[in-house]
């Protein structure tokens, strides 16, 4: 979660480093440092809050240096303090550390430090890492075939228990990085006469495309000439460089207020981005070309299991709806966070998949690897390539939507909606789902992008209805069959944006507990589409509106509403129901970014949040 950026190399470090940083803020953003080494020592700078506090403290220190590193935190051992913040020096002065993830037998080492004389000056466990380097440094002789500088952190790593992805520098070896990852992602950048090193691939593009993805148990050392990998266990990696396909200019806002803004207003081209190229020739099915699973395999499944967290299951649930609805299998979702705790039966023919837009979500990873120990195959549906999902899961579809620098995710989540109804209709025609059918749905996903378009033009009548609604401090976000997740995305994009207790409920549920909160004072938005559930849902509507609750519907533009029934009216496009989730989502992410606006909130990096979650 903590952002992490490393530089050796020919030029000034500070620059590139602060400027990585800001790339990277969306990752942490509790208190920021910088170490760089000029002059034969080590120059350290540390402030909580944002980059921009600690462009200041590192100007007074006039860093010219061409080696350094810096860190953005996101805390987790230790309360968000200047002493708590990274760097940390170890207390002999000789190794400065950066870490990503938890130590989690931090204290014994602890102990066995401060019993060899080492001291400490914060909370953290990245500190006591960063002296149990120190100490092996001082024990470590010459060796010919490894700098003691990658032997220390070595055997300091075979001790540490947990997750880490760490960047540190030695004051015996100016000019040398080391970095080693276990369930925190680390990327390197390979440049002309420079090396570079980040915890997000955003940081260190403006510098070079070419980038090597650290896997779980390697340790890399860096210097501004050559690198190289090996493993804890000393074993030798040939690295594979990637080419990042994506430029700077994904990461500017391009004339938005903010990214998320900017993200929101990109859902029409992300979703032809997703889609481009996975259609059948005849038009009647969905391709995707990295399942690495045949077409009988697949049919072979008896059920499917799908594991996210947060916005990633919400699109989990549209897609078990729609695969039930389409393919007639059955379709388990369970929060990622639970499943491996869980002694949950599983049926011999599931096939598992694992959502998760930057593919290094530690608590769906850690399902993943679960299902794969017990011996199941796993797809991965997420947007980020090169990712430790995408490259430990057994097959999976892409995304590509390009960089997601919000916190609050936009259109990721579409994009997993998309992808989720072709996975359901490439089921469905597997099974029993006629041509004509299959046709049908093909056709409505290929409009899905214009239809976005057309539900964004409701932006300036949304912003006028979010001026009205932020006053209030709770709201109920109301929805049936596929529209109940969005209903739960809408509460959760409100709440993380706006800071606005809501809640999202399937809109028959309100009888049955809600509804006793349901005042003047508490709105409720409801999702609505003609069909069979229009009458349920009006029904549910007229009972907040005995109730004197305030209503604003998201329906249809072919939905008859009673009139007076709803306060305020959002339309939208009368759609397909493979489509209706991705388009009703439209409204309610420009609602909850509209309320946060009004609020003075900061939308892109609201409080306690990071975007990316690496740690349990």
Wanted: charge should be neutral.
């Amino acid at each position: 979660m903590c952002g992490i950026v490393g530089y050796v190399g020919k030029h000034k470090a500070a620059p590139l480093i602060l400027e990585g940083l800001k790339r990277l803020e969306y990752r942490g953003y509790d208190s920021a440092g910088i170490a760089v080494w000029q002059d034969g020592k080590f120059a350290v700078a540390k402030k909580t809050g944002r980059v921009a506090n600690l462009e200041p403290e590192a100007a007074k220190l006039r860093l010219t240096g061409t080696y350094g590193m810096g860190h953005t935190r996101w805390a987790t051992h230790g309360g968000v303090t200047d002493a708590n913040a990274h760097p940390h020096v170890s207390s002999d002065g000789k190794i400065v550390l950066i870490h990503n993830g938890v130590i989690e037998n931090y204290a014994s080492m602890k102990k066995f430090l401060l019993g060899k004389g080492y001291t400490f000056k914060s909370e953290t466990d990245t500190e006591v890492l960063c002296n149990l380097i120190a100490y092996h440094l001082a024990k470590e002789a010459e060796d010919p075939d490894e700098s003691r500088f990658v032997s220390a952190v070595r055997k300091t790593l075979r001790h540490a228990e947990g997750t880490y992805g760490i960047v540190v520098m030695c004051s015996e070896m100016p000019g040398e990085l080391v970095t080693a990852r276990k369930g925190s992602p680390l990327i390197l950048g390979i440049g002309d006469g420079e090396s570079l090193v980040a915890s997000d691939v955003a940081a260190i593009v403006s510098r070079t495309q070419s980038v090597v993805y650290l896997k779980d148990g390697e340790i890399a050392h860096l210097t501004p000439q050559r690198f190289a990998i090996t493993t804890l266990t000393s074993g030798e990696v040939s690295p594979v460089i990637d080419k990042v396909t994506w430029s700077i200019s994904d990461a500017d806002l391009n004339g938005h207020a903010h990214f998320m803004e900017k993200e929101i207003f990109e859902q029409p081209a992300a979703l032809e981005n997703a889609m481009r190229g996975r259609f059948s020739e005849d038009g009647s099915t969905a391709n995707f070309g990295g399942l690495n699973i045949t077409a009988g395999e697949f049919r072979g499944f008896d059920r499917f299991q799908f594991c996210a967290c947060g916005t990633a299951l919400h699109a989990c649930m549209v897609t078990e709806h729609l695969m039930e609805r389409f393919a007639r299998v059955p379709v388990e979702c369970d929060y990622a966070s639970e499943f491996r705790y869980r002694n949950m039966p599983l049926f011999r023919n599931t096939l598992f998949f694992v959502m998760s837009q930057s593919g290094e979500t530690i608590d769906t990873l850690a399902a993943m690897r679960e299902a794969k120990r017990k011996g199941y195959k796993v797809l991965a549906i997420n947007n980020v390539v090169g990712s430790t999902i995408a490259r430990e899961a057994d097959g999976g579809i892409y995304q590509h939507v390009g960089h997601e620098v919000g916190v609050a995710s936009t259109k990721a989540f579409t994009s997993q909606l998309l992808i989720g109804a072709m996975l359901s209709l490439y089921v469905a025609r597997l099974r029993d789902m006629s041509f004509s059918e299959g046709v049908e749905i093909v056709q409505a996903l290929k409009g899905s992008p214009e239809l976005v378009r057309t539900a964004l033009q409701q932006a300036e009548h949304i912003k006028g209805i979010a001026k009205r609604y932020a006053k209030y401090r709770d709201m109920l976000f109301l929805g049936r069959l596929s529209l109940y997740p969005i209903a739960l995305e809408g509460a959760l994009k409100l709440k993380e944006i706006s800071y606005i207790h809501a809640e999202g409920y399937p809109a028959a549920e309100m009888k049955h507990g809600p509804i006793a909160l349901v005042s003047e004072e508490c709105p409720a938005v409801f999702f609505v589409s003609s069909g069979e559930m229009f009458n349920k849902v009006v029904s549910s509507m007229q009972e907040i509106k005995a109730r004197k609750g305030k209503i604003i519907a998201v329906a249809t533009a072919d939905c008859k509403l009673p009139e007076g029934l709803a306060d305020e009216v959002i339309p939208i496009p009368e759609c397909h129901e493979a489509v209706l989730p991705i388009v009703a989502t439209i409204p309610v992410q420009l609602l909850s970014y509209y309320v946060a606006v009004e609020l003075g909130r900061d939308v892109d990096k609201p409080r306690n949040l990071a975007k990316s979650v690496t740690v349990e």
